[in-house]
Each structure stands twice: as structure tokens, then as C-alpha cells.
């Protein structure tokens, strides 16, 4: 077990999965990755983690369902979510606020965006 | 001829009469004559001023109709009975005047009945009903007694029964104008005129000898001198015309008419018999093709109505299937606005997803990268990428106007926040190219609005005057408010546009030849985007340029109600 704190990314792309994951890496956390929405859970089950990155079109489980599910859960209820999709439109960007992500952004994006947002979220 | 005059001439008239009751007999006579003939003079002028030149051929023969009854009593009264001081013979002169007269007034009533558009199959066969029961009643109390009167003339007996079968005429045309009845001064001025001619003949008829002790019939006969002279001098006459709303219906009227009709024989045979005189066989035939003309009429009604019924029936089918193929045709429309926003949405998407990984790989790679040179065609990479993100959002966008599915949550926006924000991030790429750039800020009133869609416009304007303006050049920014409108202008003093390219500057794709000649990227979308943005907030967007001066934007914004 180590003190790095710990971020889970699910996406379907594996290359911007694996970015992502080099990049959160590299800023410091203990980074697990997961290419569905169900793998996502499962990590989250089996380890809560301090901030989650969830794409939005994902298959078995999306990317807005898994927020719902994260929600209702006793123990991840409160765990931070950061959406992260190519589906730009603003209400794309609003129903994934509405369901209880903690932010939303847009692909592509600039890391510093996706760090200043962990950092505003975990501080 | 106002409608004041007539009423006045209609008082003068019954004034007239009233005094015609308190003079002596000589004076009385004369007075007989002036009402009328003064009333004919009243119809005539009436009819001058108030007729239309095409109707007055009803209202002349009425005229002449009225004027040959006048000269009967012109006859009768100044002739006779102040020239020759004794009762006219019957028949004599004012005889053959007075029945010359009738059919004069009975053609015009018929025309004016025409005019009314009554004479339809239909009210033909009504007009027949009405005469056959009228003519019943007139044969049996007023043309027959005269058969048996042992009158000495034969000559004498016909004229007597031509009065009551002149007036059988008049009271079918009486009836149908009140089948027809309009609300019209005139109108009812005219119908209770020859009613009263009607009236005062038939009392003469009954009476059958001589003028004793029915003075106050006179009083009907001038009255109606006196009111068909009204009838024409009040404006009101030109006004007659038909009532459009000629559905087929069993009205009151016409059911009063018809049940009239139908009980008009019976009711004679039972008035005949308690009587006690002699039953007529004629009143039995009568009474038959009475009551068949008036079956046939019910029937035809009847058929009139049903088949208005049905044609409302089919006509309401119809309308409701129409709107069952609307509420489909609405269905797969609005079906097919899905499917065509779930596309739009899947192109960026699809599009979008790629363009992070490049995107994001080469910033890693950029950040790794020591050697300069490499560094700087990663830079190129980038840009590259950074284009084409922003033309396949650009081509999204256009797509979503060109389908109409633009939509726009608007909310108070303080415009002159919004250029600040544009200026200030359009600030760093000014800079770099040389160029300085000045936000005057004036203050604005709220305009209703999408902040983010206004911030893409300001922006689209803004790049676009950095682009075209060349080193050393400048762009302002400035916002005001005028005439209930928040202006927005963005001035350069860049290359300028040509006249033929301000005309197409808002066309989709459309780049101009200054661009082209320099180079000088876009997709030619965002004056179109910025177009729509702006018509979608219900503003305007011009734009004024001096080639080789500078090129001025200016966008109005209707202030928030």
C-alpha cells in the first residue's frame, strides 16, 4: 500500500487510456485503468479511489449510468467523478452535470486542464 | 336623401292622413288626391337618389304602378266627384286605371323578390303553394260572391272579381319578401306598404258596395301611398340585397308557410259548412293540389337538409383524416430531427476522439523534446490539429444551422462583460502578430441571450480582424447602445474587402479573393456561423470596408424587453 493517492480511468480508446494514465502517473498518482464502465465499478469496488475519470460512451456500462451507480453507492457515494468526452455539445456537457459528475471536459483537451481539476477536486 | 328627411316625410304623411279625417268632403277629396300624387313625386325622387341606375327598372315600374293609381283617384275625386259632382260609374275610368296599375306593382315586387335571390326551385314551388291557398281563399270570399250577385254588367262582375285576383298576386310576392325578411327600414317599409294596399282592397271587396260607412279605409290606402313613398326616400333602400346564408333548412317560415297552405282548404270547407252555404267542388281540387305541392315541397326539403347533412359529415371525415396524416407526417419528422442531431452528434464525436490522441501525444511529445527543431515541427503538428478541431466544429455548427437545429437557451447577458472576455483572450495572438488591440469599453444594457454562442461570435469577429490586418495595424472593439439596440463593432485596418466580396461575405464557404490571395486560413464558415448566431438572437450583422483602409463589422443585438 502506498500513499499516492488513487485514480481510476476507464475510457474505451486505449490510446487515450493509456495517455491519461502515463500522465496522471507521471503527476504523482497511483493510476488503475479499466476499459468498460463494469471494470471501472469493479476497481471501485475493490479499492475506493479519490478521484475517478470516466469517458462518456463506453460500452457495457456508460460513462453517465456508472456516474448514477457511484451516486446511489453507500460507500463511493461521495467519491469525486470527472467526465471526459468527445460528445461536446453543452447539453451533453449538462446532462453529465445533472447526473453528479464533479466536472466534465471536453476531448481533446489539454492535460493542465484535466490536473487543475483533480487539483481543485482533491484539495 | 338622409335618413332624417325620410322620417320627416314620413311624419308629414301620417300628419297629412290625420288631417284628412278633419276636413270637410270636397277639401278631403282633394287631400285624397295630393297625398298621393305628392307620394308618387316622394318614390320617384326616392328612387333617383337612392337606387343604384341598374336596379331602378324594379323601382320605375313600381313608380308607374303607384302613379296609375293615383290617377284613378285622380279620376274618382277630382273628376267625378268635385268636377261632376256624382260617384263614378262602375266600371268606369279610374276601374280601368287602377287595374293597369296592378300588374305594375305586382311585376316590380316579383323583381325585387328576384333581387333577393328567392326564386329558386326550391321557393318557385313555394311561391305556387302560397298562390294556390291565397287564390283559394280570394276564389271562395271574394271573386266567386260576384258570380251570384246578379250583377246587371258583365263588365261590372269582372272588374269587381279582378281587384281580389290582383291582390292574390300581391300577397304571394308579400310572402315571399317575408320569407326572406332582412332587417332593413326600407324593406319593412315597403312589405307593410303593400300589405296595407292589400288590406284596404280586400275590406273593399267584402264591404262590395260602395264607399258607406268604410271611411277609415282610406286610411289604408293613403298609408300605403305614404310608406312605399318612405320606403324609397330612406337610404336604407339600396341596402336590400340577399341574405347569403340560404342553407337549406325547414325554417319557421317556411314551415308556418307550408302548414298555412295545408290547412288553408279544410279550414274554408268548415268555415263554408258551419255557414251553411254550399260546398264547393272546386275548394276540394284546391285543397288536393295544396296538400300534394306542399308534400312535394317537404320532400325536397327534406333532401335539401339531408344532404347538407352529409356533405358536413364527409367534409368532417375528412378533415380528420388530413389531421391523422398530419399527426404522422409530424411523428417521422420529428423521428427523423432525432436521428439527424444523433448523427450530427456521432460525426464529433468520431471526430473528436482521434484528434485527442494526436492532440495529447504530441503535447507529451512536445514536452519531452529537447532538440528546438524538432520541438518546432511538433508546433506544427499541433496548430495543425488545433485547426482542424476548429473546422470540424465549425462544419458541425454550419450543419446544425443548415438543418435548422440550432437551439438557443437564452438568459440576460451583459454584452459589454462578453467583449472584454473575447479581447482579452484574442489579446496573446495580437500581440504576437504585431498588432495592437483596443477594447473600448462602454457600458450596455442586458440583451437576452447565449453566452457561449455570443462568445463564439465575438471571438469569430475578433480573430478575424487579428487576421487580416497586418503587422504594425490595429483592431477596436467598441460596444454601445442605440435605438434599443446594443451595437458591437469590431474595426481593422487590414487589407479591406472588395465591393463584389462584401456582397457574398456571409455565404457558406465563401473565402475572399483577399484571403485566397494571401493565404491566409479559414474555412469560410464564420461570418455564415456568425450570421446565424446573430439572427437567432434577432439582430443584424453589416459590414462597411475601404480596400486597403480596413474592414468595420457591426452587430446589433436587440436590447432584453
Redesign the interface.
Known amino acids: 500500500m502506498n500513499h499516492r493517492p488513487y485514480v481510476i480511468c476507464a475510457d474505451d480508446d486505449r490510446d487515450i487510456l493509456s495517455l491519461v494514465a502515463l500522465r496522471l502517473e507521471r503527476s504523482g498518482f497511483d493510476v488503475a485503468t479499466a476499459n468498460d464502465g463494469e471494470e471501472a465499478l469493479a476497481l471501485a469496488r475493490a479499492r475506493r479511489p479519490v478521484v475517478v475519470v470516466l469517458d462518456v460512451m463506453m460500452p457495457r456500462l456508460d460513462g453517465v449510468e456508472l456516474v448514477k451507480t457511484l451516486r446511489a453507492d453507500a460507500d463511493l457515494g461521495d467519491v469525486k467523478i470527472i467526465l471526459l468526452s468527445a460528445r461536446a455539445q453543452d447539453t451533453d456537457v449538462a446532462r453529465g452535470l445533472a447526473v453528479g459528475a464533479d466536472a466534465y471536459l471536453v476531448k481533446p483537451f489539454k492535460y493542465t486542464e484535466l490536473a487543475e481539476e483533480i487539483e481543485r477536486l482533491t484539495r | 336623401m338622409t335618413s332624417k328627411r325620410a322620417w320627416s316625410a314620413l311624419a308629414a304623411g301620417a300628419a297629412a292622413i290625420v288631417v284628412y279625417y278633419l276636413i270637410p268632403g270636397r277639401e278631403q277629396s282633394a287631400l285624397y288626391f295630393v297625398i298621393g300624387a305628392t307620394s308618387v313625386v316622394g318614390i320617384f325622387v326616392g328612387v333617383r337618389r337612392n337606387t343604384a341606375v341598374e336596379q331602378r327598372l324594379a323601382w320605375y315600374l313600381f313608380t308607374v304602378g303607384l302613379a296609375l293609381e293615383v290617377a284613378g283617384d285622380f279620376v274618382g275625386t277630382i273628376v267625378y266627384e268635385l268636377g261632376l259632382n256624382r260617384e263614378p260609374p262602375v266600371p268606369g275610368i279610374d276601374d280601368v286605371l287602377y287595374l293597369a296599375g296592378y300588374p305594375f306593382l305586382i311585376v316590380a315586387a316579383f323583381m325585387l323578390v328576384q333581387r333577393l335571390r328567392l326564386v329558386r326551385s326550391g321557393v318557385v314551388l313555394d311561391s305556387l303553394i302560397v298562390f294556390l291557398a291565397v287564390g283559394l281563399v280570394q276564389w271562395v270570399y271574394f271573386i266567386d260572391p260576384y258570380n251570384h250577385e246578379g250583377l246587371s254588367h258583365t263588365a261590372e262582375r269582372l272588374v269587381s272579381q279582378a281587384y281580389p285576383a290582383m291582390d292574390a298576386f300581391l300577397l304571394v310576392a308579400v310572402g315571399q319578401l317575408l320569407m326572406r325578411y332582412v332587417k332593413n327600414v326600407s324593406f319593412a317599409a315597403f312589405i307593410a306598404g303593400i300589405a296595407s294596399l292589400i288590406v284596404a282592397d280586400e275590406v273593399f271587396a267584402i264591404a262590395n258596395s260602395g264607399y258607406a260607412g268604410l271611411d277609415w279605409i282610406d286610411a289604408f290606402f293613403l298609408g300605403s301611398y305614404v310608406l312605399l313613398a318612405f320606403a324609397t326616400l330612406h337610404p336604407s333602400v339600396e341596402e336590400i340585397h340577399a341574405n347569403e346564408d340560404d342553407s337549406a333548412r325547414l325554417a319557421l317560415p317556411r314551415l308556418v308557410l307550408l302548414g298555412g297552405a295545408l290547412l288553408t282548404a279544410p279550414c274554408v270547407l268548415l268555415a263554408e259548412k258551419a255557414a251553411g252555404h254550399r260546398t264547393h267542388l272546386s275548394v276540394g281540387i284546391f285543397g288536393v293540389l295544396v296538400a300534394l305541392a306542399v308534400l312535394l315541397r317537404i320532400v325536397g326539403v327534406l333532401r335539401d337538409v339531408e344532404s347538407a347533412h352529409s356533405a358536413e359529415q364527409r367534409a368532417r371525415r375528412e378533415s380528420e383524416t388530413a389531421q391523422q396524416l398530419l399527426a404522422v407526417q409530424n411523428q417521422r419528422l420529428r423521428e427523423l430531427d432525432t436521428l439527424k442531431d444523433e448523427f450530427l ?1 456521432s460525426v ?3 471526430l ?2 482521434p ?7 504530441v ?2 511529445l512536445r514536452e519531452d523534446e529537447g532538440n528546438p527543431m524538432k520541438r518546432g515541427y511538433l508546433d506544427i503538428i499541433e496548430r495543425n ?1 488545433e485547426r482542424l ?1 476548429g473546422l470540424v ?1 465549425d462544419v458541425l455548427f454550419a450543419a446544425r444551422v443548415l438543418e435548422g437545429q440550432l437551439r438557443f437557451e437564452f438568459q440576460p447577458v451583459d454584452v459589454a462583460r462578453l467583449v472584454h472576455q473575447a479581447v482579452e483572450e484574442a489579446r496573446p495572438r495580437a500581440t504576437s502578430a504585431g498588432i495592437e488591440l483596443l477594447a473600448h469599453d462602454g457600458t450596455a444594457p442586458e440583451v437576452d441571450g447565449e453566452p ?1 454562442r455570443l462568445s463564439q461570435l465575438l471571438d469569430n469577429l475578433v480573430s478575424n480582424a487579428i487576421k487580416f490586418t497586418p503587422n504594425g495595424g490595429r483592431v477596436d472593439v467598441r460596444t454601445s447602445a442605440a435605438d434599443g439596440f446594443v451595437r458591437i463593432e469590431v474595426s481593422d485596418t487590414g487589407v479591406g474587402l472588395s465591393a463584389a466580396d462584401r456582397d457574398h461575405l456571409f455565404e457558406r464557404f465563401f473565402r475572399s479573393q483577399t484571403a485566397l490571395e494571401r493565404q491566409i486560413q479559414g474555412t469560410g464558415l464564420g461570418l455564415y456561423i456568425s450570421r446565424a448566431i446573430v439572427e437567432a438572437h434577432g439582430g443584424r450583422i453589416g459590414v462597411t470596408s475601404v480596400e486597403g483602409e480596413g474592414t468595420t463589422f457591426l452587430v446589433e443585438l436587440p436590447v432584453r424587453a
Open positions: 452528434s464529433s464525436h468520431e473528436r476522439t484528434l485527442t490522441s494526436i492532440q495529447g501525444y503535447e507529451l490539429s478541431l466544429a457561449a
